[in-house]
Every structure is written in structure tokens, then in C-alpha cells.
């Protein structure tokens, strides 16, 4: 069987099966496109057996790995990256100078909702949607009571550094 007969009769295949995995068609269709082009490089197309059909699908599925690993590697370096930018925030910035300790005490002396609404958010991850479900407002509300907790936390802070 030469190469375009290969090609012609499993291509669609591959594709299926590569877009299930990704779940990205551009992504598919050019793994597919580099099985056939692997296939090629490693075995004359007249020396292929019987069992074309599984070492085509072990060829996508090693690509697609390593692509998945690349990728994985890329969201890494720029999750460091990331992080590295964002280190001197002025959240950062407090943490490092006046411990999580004070922070903490700082906190404690808000008022409420605009404690509970800081640390729901913070400590709790919750997005302000959620915050507005908990308390029965909207989400604006969240928003504005949440920043207003923040901005009083770091003038707080500020204050202490000017004594």
C-alpha cells in the first residue's frame, strides 16, 4: 500500500481521533498532518502490515503527548513569568513589609461586611458573584465593599509606616 492510499483511507480516522484528545480542530489536523509525515520518515509505505490502522493511532497519540507536554511546559515558564512580573504588587509589597501577622490584626478590625467580604474573597477564592449569593446582593455591591475593605487595609498600613 503506498503512502496516499494510507493517507486517503485513514487521514479522517486520525483526525477524529487527535480532535477528541485536543478537542482543538486546527490542532488536529496538524497533528494528523505530522502522523502521516512521521509515518513516512519511518517505514517504506510498502513494508506496512496488517496493522496500519494501530500503528497510525500510536504515532497521534505519541504526538499528541508530546505536544500536550510542550504545552504544559509553556503555561509553567509563563506562570513563573507571570508571577515574577507581578511580585512588587502592592499587595506583595505589604505582605513583605509588615507580616501576615499584622495583616491579619488589621483585618480582625474591620468592620463587618467589609471583613467577611475580604477574606471570602481572598482566603476563600470566591468570585463576586458568590459573595453577592452569600450576603443577598448584587454583585456590585461585592465589588465596592471588597475594595473599600482593601483600600482601608493598606491606608492602615501606610499610616503605621508614618509613625
Known sequence: MDIETIYNKYFRIIYRYLLSLCGDPHLAEELAQETFLK??????????????NAWLYTIARNLYFQQYNKSRRRQ?????NTS???ADSPETVM??????FRIHQLLHELAEPYREVFMLR????????EIAEIFG???????????????K???????E???
Do not use: C
Open 39 to 52: 509515518a513516512l520518515s519511518q517505514k517504506e509505505p510498502e513494508s506496512v502490515d496488517d496493522n496500519v
Open 137 to 151: 446582593r448584587n454583585e456590585t455591591w461585592a465589588r465596592t465593599i471588597y475594595y473599600r475593605a482593601r483600600k
Open 161 to 163: 509606616d508614618h509613625m
Open 84 to 86: 515574577e512580573q507581578f
Open 95 to 100: 505582605m513583605q513589609k509588615q507580616g501576615k
Open 122 to 129: 481572598n482566603y476563600g477564592e470566591l468570585s463576586f458573584r
Open 153 to 159: 487595609l493598606m491606608e492602615d498600613l501606610r499610616d
Open 76 to 80: 509553567k515558564i509563563l506562570k513563573q
